[in-house]
Protein backbone atom coordinates (compact mmCIF):
# COMPACT_ATOMS: atom_id res chain seq x y z
CA UNK A 1 0.00 0.00 0.00
CA UNK A 2 1.06 3.63 -0.75
CA UNK A 3 -0.36 6.56 0.86
CA UNK A 4 -0.11 10.09 -0.97
CA UNK A 5 -0.26 13.39 0.79
CA UNK A 6 -0.82 16.67 -1.34
CA UNK A 7 -0.44 20.20 0.08
CA UNK A 8 0.56 23.69 -1.54
CA UNK A 9 -2.38 24.61 -3.00
CA UNK A 10 -4.13 27.81 -2.86
CA UNK A 11 -5.39 31.31 -4.41
CA UNK A 12 -2.87 32.97 -7.04
CA UNK A 13 -2.87 35.95 -8.95
CA UNK A 14 -2.97 35.49 -12.60
CA UNK A 15 1.10 35.45 -13.14
CA UNK A 16 2.09 34.01 -9.93
CA UNK A 17 3.32 31.31 -8.57
CA UNK A 18 3.18 27.79 -6.47
CA UNK A 19 4.86 24.99 -5.69
CA UNK A 20 2.51 21.44 -5.00
CA UNK A 21 3.99 18.85 -2.92
CA UNK A 22 3.32 14.84 -2.82
CA UNK A 23 4.19 13.38 0.53
CA UNK A 24 4.36 9.49 -0.21
CA UNK A 25 4.63 6.60 2.16
CA UNK A 26 4.62 2.98 2.74
CA UNK A 27 5.61 0.43 -0.18
CA UNK A 28 7.36 2.84 -2.22
CA UNK A 29 9.40 0.48 -3.40
CA UNK A 30 6.85 -0.99 -6.05
CA UNK A 31 6.51 2.71 -7.62
CA UNK A 32 8.11 3.22 -11.17
CA UNK A 33 6.11 6.70 -12.11
CA UNK A 34 5.12 9.13 -9.81
CA UNK A 35 2.79 12.01 -11.99
CA UNK A 36 0.52 15.43 -11.32
CA UNK A 37 -2.93 15.57 -12.81
CA UNK A 38 -5.38 17.99 -12.55
CA UNK A 39 -9.49 17.86 -12.97
CA UNK A 40 -11.01 21.91 -13.57
CA UNK A 41 -14.89 21.12 -13.21
CA UNK A 42 -16.98 20.06 -15.56
CA UNK A 43 -14.26 18.46 -17.20
CA UNK A 44 -12.16 15.24 -17.58
CA UNK A 45 -9.19 14.55 -15.78
CA UNK A 46 -5.85 15.57 -17.20
CA UNK A 47 -2.13 14.32 -16.88
CA UNK A 48 0.20 17.40 -16.68
CA UNK A 49 3.26 16.30 -15.82
CA UNK A 50 5.09 12.74 -15.31
CA UNK A 51 8.47 11.66 -13.56
CA UNK A 52 9.62 8.08 -13.82
CA UNK A 53 11.97 6.28 -11.72
CA UNK A 54 14.89 6.69 -14.10
CA UNK A 55 14.30 10.50 -13.87
CA UNK A 56 12.71 10.75 -16.97
CA UNK A 57 9.73 13.55 -17.09
CA UNK A 58 6.92 14.92 -19.51
CA UNK A 59 4.41 17.76 -19.50
CA UNK A 60 1.26 18.31 -21.45
CA UNK A 61 2.16 20.82 -24.19
CA UNK A 62 -0.26 23.43 -22.02
CA UNK A 63 2.40 23.54 -19.23
CA UNK A 64 5.72 22.80 -20.92
CA UNK A 65 8.12 25.92 -19.95
CA UNK A 66 5.94 26.67 -17.12
CA UNK A 67 5.83 24.35 -14.61
CA UNK A 68 8.90 21.38 -13.32
CA UNK A 69 8.05 18.48 -11.75
CA UNK A 70 10.84 17.01 -9.65
CA UNK A 71 11.44 14.61 -6.82
CA UNK A 72 13.63 13.87 -3.71
CA UNK A 73 13.80 10.04 -3.21
CA UNK A 74 14.98 11.03 0.02
CA UNK A 75 12.03 12.84 1.71
CA UNK A 76 9.59 10.53 -0.51
CA UNK A 77 8.28 13.70 -1.66
CA UNK A 78 7.44 14.59 -5.54
CA UNK A 79 7.56 18.43 -5.96
CA UNK A 80 5.38 20.34 -9.11
CA UNK A 81 6.46 24.30 -9.31
CA UNK A 82 4.32 25.85 -11.08
CA UNK A 83 5.11 29.40 -12.51
CA UNK A 84 3.14 31.76 -14.52
CA UNK A 85 -0.02 30.62 -14.24
CA UNK A 86 -2.68 31.24 -15.16
CA UNK A 87 -6.64 31.13 -14.94
CA UNK A 88 -6.86 28.04 -17.12
CA UNK A 89 -4.69 26.14 -14.62
CA UNK A 90 -7.62 26.44 -12.13
CA UNK A 91 -8.16 22.69 -11.41
CA UNK A 92 -7.92 20.45 -8.04
CA UNK A 93 -4.47 18.76 -8.89
CA UNK A 94 -4.07 15.27 -7.56
CA UNK A 95 -0.91 13.14 -6.95
CA UNK A 96 -0.89 9.67 -8.57
CA UNK A 97 1.79 7.00 -7.96
CA UNK A 98 1.90 3.77 -10.61
CA UNK A 99 2.77 0.43 -9.62
CA UNK A 100 2.87 -3.17 -11.54
CA UNK A 101 -0.26 -4.39 -9.29
CA UNK A 102 -1.94 -0.85 -8.54
CA UNK A 103 -2.63 2.81 -9.11
CA UNK A 104 -2.49 5.00 -6.33
CA UNK A 105 -4.25 8.66 -5.56
CA UNK A 106 -3.90 11.41 -3.03
CA UNK A 107 -6.89 13.26 -2.16
CA UNK A 108 -6.24 16.31 -4.19
CA UNK A 109 -5.44 20.06 -3.58
CA UNK A 110 -7.19 22.92 -5.09
CA UNK A 111 -5.19 24.94 -7.30
CA UNK A 112 -7.25 28.66 -8.08
CA UNK A 113 -5.29 31.38 -9.98
CA UNK A 114 -7.81 34.73 -10.51
CA UNK A 115 -7.47 37.10 -13.42
Given at each position: ???LVESGGGLVQAGGSLRLSCAASGSMFSIDA?????????????????????GGTNYRDSVKGRFTISR???????YLQMNTLKPEDTAVYYCYA??????????????????
Open positions: QVQMAWYRQAPGKQRELVAAILSGDNAKNTVHSSLREYWGQGTQVTVSS
